[in-house]
């Protein structure tokens, strides 16, 4: 299995960016899917969860700002991300849970946000 993210970018404080990540290969039942992101220094932290079922979690700080979303049809995961702030540049990665065949990462992508 396959995670291919992408969206990522430089963008000035205040603007938006949306990210996606693509599951491919041999996927059974994808059960949640996420974002996680990880700055230079720091751990990387959760940013969002979705459940199959539509639940949702997200981290304080992006609370209000921050969407998640998913396609299960397309085992596809998308994060809008509005009202950016320099302290959101980070790479930010997928992760996928299958319920039978454990969880997968995506490689990554780097969010800059310029003050």
């Known amino acids: 299995v396959q995670l291919q993210a992408s969206g990522g970018g430089l963008v000035q404080a205040g603007g938006s960016l949306r990210l996606s990540c693509a599951a491919s290969?041999?996927?059974?039942?994808?059960?949640?899917m996420g974002w996680y992101r990880q700055a230079p220094g720091k751990q990387r932290e959760l940013v969002a969860t979705?459940?199959?079922?539509?639940?949702?979690n997200y981290a304080d700080s992006v609370k209000g700002r921050f969407t998640i979303s998913g396609d299960n049809a397309k085992n596809t995961v998308y994060l809008q991300m509005n009202s950016l702030k320099p302290e959101d540049t980070a790479v930010y990665y997928c992760?996928?849970?299958?319920?039978?065949?454990?969880?997968?990462w995506g490689q990554g992508t780097q969010v800059t946000v310029s003050s």
């Open positions: 992760k996928m849970w299958d319920i039978r065949r454990g969880e997968y």
């Open positions: 290969g041999s996927i059974f039942t994808i059960s949640t």
């Open positions: 979705i459940e199959r079922g539509g639940m949702t």
